[in-house]
């Protein structure tokens, strides 16, 4: 099982980026998938998340939405009105059962993760 990002890169601020990961591999079935993001000297922390229930940061509330595409085991972040403190790495995450597993128990899988700059 593989998630892989796309979509980072270097915009200006109130600008807006949308990122994709696709998952592939031996998936059964997907869980969980959302995103979180790291900046440089700071912890890991949730961005969005969907499985049923869609969560927000609360930093990004109202400015960032995520979106799937079951059929394509694809999640999106849309990120508008894009700030300074919105750069980081931003890593794909899903829970996925492998079809390749006797017991189909849920796993966290990442993404390589991609750079987001906000910067004018």
């Known amino acids: 099982v593989q998630l892989q990002a796309s979509g980072g890169g270097l915009v200006q601020p109130g600008g807006s980026l949308r990122l994709s990961c696709a998952a592939s591999g031996s998936i059964f079935s997907i869980n969980v998938m959302g995103w979180y993001r790291q900046a440089p000297g700071k912890q890991r922390e949730l961005v969005a998340s969907n499985g049923g229930v869609t969560t927000y940061g609360e930093s990004v509330k109202g400015r960032f939405t995520i979106s799937r595409d079951n059929a394509k085991n694809t999640v999106y972040l849309q990120m508008n009105s894009l700030k300074p403190e919105d750069t980081a790495v931003y890593y794909c995450?899903?829970?996925?059962?492998?079809?390749?597993?006797?017991?189909?128990?849920?796993?966290?899988?990442w993404g390589q993760g991609t750079l987001v700059t906000v910067s004018s």
């Open positions: 995450n899903a829970r996925i059962a492998d079809s390749r597993a006797s017991i189909k128990a849920y796993m966290d899988y």
